[in-house]
Every structure is written in C-alpha cells, then in structure tokens.
C-alpha cells in the first residue's frame, strides 16, 4: 500500500480564497484524522471520521472549517474564506479499526495563505 | 478531555549516551499509549506503542514503560545515533475510536 496520501504537498493562496485539502486513506482503515500542525500549538486534532460517518468535530476552529467523507477511499478539508492565521501544516492519518489505535500520517499539505 | 503533558521540550545528548523522554496523562482510562518520531519537514512516524496491560516494550534501541498507577509513560532511547536527532511526540488514547491526543514534543539534538 502506498500509505495515507495527501495532495496538494503545497499550496499558497490569497487571503479570502477557499482551500480544499485532499486526502486518501490507507485502504481498509476503518478511521480517518485530520490534524493541524503549528509551531505555537502543536499537533491539533480538527476532525475525525469512523466508517465515514464524522464522530467528533470539536476540534474545527471555527465555521469557516469543514470536512467531509463521502466515501471509504476519500476525505477533503475546506477551508472557506481563508485567513492568515489558518497557515500551517494539515495532516491526514488513517488507522485499521478504533481497537487497533496505530495511526499513520500522510506527507501533509503545507498552507500558506498570504 | 484528555491532557498529555510532555518534558523535556529539548534534549541534547552526546552520542552513544542515552535519551529519556517522560510524559503524564490526565485520564485514568486512557489503554493506548504511542510514541512517534519527526524528522524536519516530514510526517510523524509511529515507532513504538503500549497498551495499558503491559508495563515495558522493548524494540532494539528503543523501549517504553507505562506506570499506569502514577499516570506516566516513558520512552528510553539507548546508544543514541545522529539520526536518532528529530522530535518526538507522545500521545494518549482513551476514546473508543481511537483518538489521540498529544504531548507537546520534545526536540532531540544528538551530536556527534
């Protein structure tokens, strides 16, 4: 398997501008994570899906954030309008099912929105 | 929710000598505990874990230990190498799904 992909690698954007952040899961995992990584705040979990079906979303900063999953091979993250302040790394990460906890981490998307 | 505190935040350590990373966590029905290393610029990379029914793990250079009673989990990292330099995470799951929630990191410097 070629393990959790993520795209675009990189993407700058216009403040204002709507961002879609793209991801696949290791196949056959069960569960699906979607973390923000900054230098001030660490590791933080935004999202997380079971079965596709968005368990917890306590974690999104705010209404300008959402994720979907509309199916077992394919999630996406937007954000919309974007702000400066939502530069940062994203990552995605899959895990086989909620009994077996070992996540695996895609490659992240570093944004930057100027 | 769920806290996990992490120290040190930096370490630096000689080759050869060892590096221990501590972390403490607020819920007592936490069960997974992982640890996962970054080098610069890439993903974290899950390298060890321990559930709450073991008390040490143990991969070549590498080991765990869990104190379920103090709420505390450890990782050891024995003969250290440069390419041992990175950040390390730790993190605690107590959700049915699999969550986590993670330390803050601790950037480990080897020099040579």
């Known amino acids: 398997d070629a393990g959790v992909i993520q795209s675009p690698r990189h993407e700058v954007t216009e403040m204002g501008q709507e961002v879609t952040l793209r991801c696949k899961p290791i196949?056959?995992?069960?569960?699906l994570f979607w973390y923000r990584q900054t230098m001030m705040r660490g590791l933080e979990l935004l999202i997380y899906?079971?079965?596709?079906?968005?368990?917890?979303d306590s974690g999104m900063p705010e209404d300008r954030f959402s994720a979907k999953m509309p199916n077992a091979s394919f999630s996406t993250l937007k954000i919309q309008p974007s702000e400066p302040r939502d530069s940062a790394v994203y990552f995605c990460?899959?895990?086989?099912?909620?009994?077996?906890?070992?996540?695996?981490f895609g490659q992240g998307t570093r944004l930057t929105v100027v | 929710g769920e806290n996990v505190e992490q120290h040190p935040s930096t370490l630096s350590v000689q080759e050869g000598d060892s590096a221990v990373i501590k972390c403490t966590y607020s819920?007592?029905?936490?069960?997974?505990f992982p640890w996962y290393k970054q080098e610069l610029g890439k993903r974290p990379q899950l390298i060890i874990d321990?559930?709450?029914?073991?008390g040490e793990k143990k991969d070549q250079r590498i080991a765990v230990t869990l104190n379920k009673t103090a709420k505390h989990f450890s990782l050891h990292i024995t003969e250290t190498q440069p390419e041992d330099s990175a950040v390390y995470f730790c993190?605690?799951?107590?959700?049915?799904?699999?969550?986590?929630?993670f330390g803050a990191g601790t950037q480990v410097v080897v020099t040579p």
């Open positions: 196949s056959g995992h069960n569960s």
């Open positions: 321990i559930r709450s029914n073991v």
């Open positions: 993190a605690a799951s107590s959700d049915s799904w699999g969550k986590l929630q």
């Open positions: 819920d007592s029905a936490s069960n997974y």
């Open positions: 899906f079971n079965n596709n079906v968005p368990i917890d």
């Open positions: 990460a899959s895990s086989p099912t909620a009994a077996r906890a070992e996540a695996f």
